[in-house]
C-alpha cells in the first residue's frame, strides 16, 4: 500500500518495524578515558549507527519515491539529529546519563575529558529530561525521528527543475502522512482536545532544541577532526564534510 | 561512488 492510503495506525507500525535493531560498540574501554579514546568510541559507535540509519530511512514508506537527490540531501542534512534523538530516547530513563549504547554509558562529569564536549552533553541531558517529563512515548519517538529526517532539508533547498518539484510535492505529502501519525499516537494517550494540542506544540518544539545541539556537536566533530584528536572516516567522514566543506 | 549513495541505491536483503 502507498502510504497516501495508509491509516495513521499502519504508517506507525511500518515506521516502528523500520526501527534499527540495538547496537553495541564492542570495544573495551578503558577507564579513564582519554579525549582520544572517548571520542574514538563515540564515532565509532556513530559510524556503524549511520549505517544502520540509511537501512532505517530506506523502510519508511515513501522514501525510496524521493529522487536520490533528495534522499542524499535529506540523510546529510539529519544524520547528527536522528542519532541525537535516538540517545535521547535510550537515555530518558536513566537520568544525569547517556546511554550511547548497551555497553558504553557516560555520566556528564566524563565529559571533562574532551574539550568542548560537556556543553553538548549539557544540552542533550535537558532535552532529555524534557522527553522525560512528557513522558514520551515509543509511537511518538518514531514519529518524530521520521518528521526530522523528511523536515531537515525543506528551508535550504529550493527546486527548479520538473523533477525536483515533483519530488519536493511528495516530501511534503509524506510529511502530512507523519504528522497525521503523530496527532493520532498523541490522541490515544487520554488527553483532553486542548492538552492534545499542547503536547503536539512541546513535542515540535524539542525538535529546535535538537537542531541547535546538532549543530553544535557538528562543529565540535569538525574541530576534533581538525586537531587531529580522532580520525574521522568512512560513511562518517562523508557526512560530516557534507555539513563542513561549503 | 559514495558510501551514502552505494548504501542508498544497494536493494534491501
Given at each position: 500500500?502507498?502510504?497516501?492510503?495508509?491509516?495513521?495506525e499502519?504508517?506507525?507500525?511500518?515506521?516502528?518495524?523500520?526501527?534499527?535493531?540495538?547496537?553495541?560498540?564492542?570495544?573495551?574501554?578503558k577507564?579513564?578515558?582519554?579525549?582520544?579514546?572517548?571520542?574514538?568510541?563515540?564515532?565509532?559507535?556513530a559510524?556503524?549507527?549511520?549505517?544502520l540509519?540509511?537501512?532505517?530511512?530506506?523502510?519508511?514508506?515513501?522514501?525510496?519515491?524521493?529522487?536520490?537527490?533528495?534522499?542524499?540531501?535529506?540523510?546529510?542534512?539529519?544524520?547528527?539529529?536522528?542519532?541525537?534523538?535516538?540517545?535521547?530516547?535510550?537515555?530518558?530513563?536513566?537520568?544525569?546519563?547517556?546511554?550511547?549504547?548497551?555497553?558504553?554509558?557516560?555520566?556528564r562529569?566524563?565529559g571533562?575529558?574532551?574539550?568542548?564536549?560537556?556543553?553538548?552533553?549539557?544540552?542533550?541531558?535537558?532535552?532529555?529530561?524534557?522527553?522525560?517529563?512528557?513522558?514520551?512515548?515509543?509511537?511518538e519517538?518514531?514519529?518524530?525521528?521520521?518528521?526530522?529526517?523528511?523536515?531537515?532539508?525543506?528551508?535550504?533547498?529550493?527546486?527548479?527543475?520538473?523533477?525536483?518539484?515533483e519530488?519536493?510535492?511528495?516530501?511534503?505529502?509524506l510529511?502530512?502522512?507523519?504528522?497525521?501519525?503523530?496527532?493520532?499516537?498523541?490522541?490515544?494517550?487520554?488527553?483532553?482536545?486542548?492538552q492534545?494540542?499542547?503536547?503536539?506544540?512541546?513535542?515540535?518544539?524539542?525538535?529546535?532544541?535538537?537542531?541547535?545541539?546538532?549543530?553544535k556537536?557538528?562543529?565540535?566533530?569538525?574541530?576534533m577532526?581538525?586537531?587531529n584528536?580522532?580520525?574521522?572516516?568512512?560513511?562518517?567522514l562523508?557526512?560530516?564534510?557534507?555539513?563542513?566543506?561549503? | 561512488?559514495?558510501?551514502?549513495?552505494?548504501?542508498?541505491?544497494?536493494?534491501?536483503?
Amino acid at each position: 500500500t502507498h502510504h497516501s492510503t495508509m491509516s495513521p495506525e499502519e504508517f506507525i507500525s511500518r515506521i516502528m518495524e523500520a526501527e534499527p535493531p540495538e547496537i553495541y560498540l564492542m570495544e573495551d574501554l578503558k577507564k579513564p578515558f582519554t579525549e582520544a579514546s572517548m571520542m574514538m568510541s563515540l564515532t565509532n559507535l556513530a559510524d556503524k549507527e549511520l549505517v544502520l540509519m540509511i537501512s532505517w530511512a530506506k523502510k519508511i514508506p515513501g522514501f525510496l519515491e524521493l529522487s536520490l537527490t533528495d534522499q542524499i540531501h535529506l540523510l546529510k542534512c539529519c544524520w547528527l539529529e536522528i542519532l541525537m534523538l535516538g540517545l535521547m530516547w535510550r537515555s530518558v530513563d536513566h537520568p544525569g546519563k547517556l546511554i550511547f549504547s548497551p555497553d558504553f554509558k557516560l555520566n556528564r562529569e566524563e565529559g571533562q575529558c574532551v574539550e568542548g564536549i560537556m556543553e553538548i552533553f549539557d544540552m542533550l541531558l535537558a532535552a532529555t529530561s524534557r522527553f522525560r517529563e512528557l513522558k514520551l512515548q515509543r509511537e511518538e519517538y518514531v514519529c518524530l525521528k521520521a518528521m526530522i529526517l523528511l523536515n531537515s532539508n525543506l528551508c535550504t533547498s529550493s527546486p527548479q527543475t520538473a523533477e525536483e518539484l515533483e519530488s519536493r510535492n511528495k516530501l511534503l505529502r509524506l510529511l502530512d502522512s507523519v504528522i497525521d501519525a503523530l496527532v493520532w499516537a498523541i490522541s490515544k494517550l487520554g488527553l483532553s482536545t486542548q492538552q492534545q494540542t499542547l503536547r503536539l506544540g512541546h513535542l515540535t518544539m524539542l525538535l529546535s532544541h535538537i537542531r541547535h545541539v546538532s549543530n553544535k556537536g557538528m562543529d565540535h566533530l569538525s574541530t576534533m577532526k581538525r586537531k587531529n584528536v580522532v580520525l574521522v572516516y568512512d560513511l562518517l567522514l562523508e557526512m560530516l564534510d557534507a555539513n563542513t566543506s561549503s | 561512488h559514495t558510501k551514502l549513495l552505494q548504501l542508498l541505491t544497494t536493494k534491501p536483503e
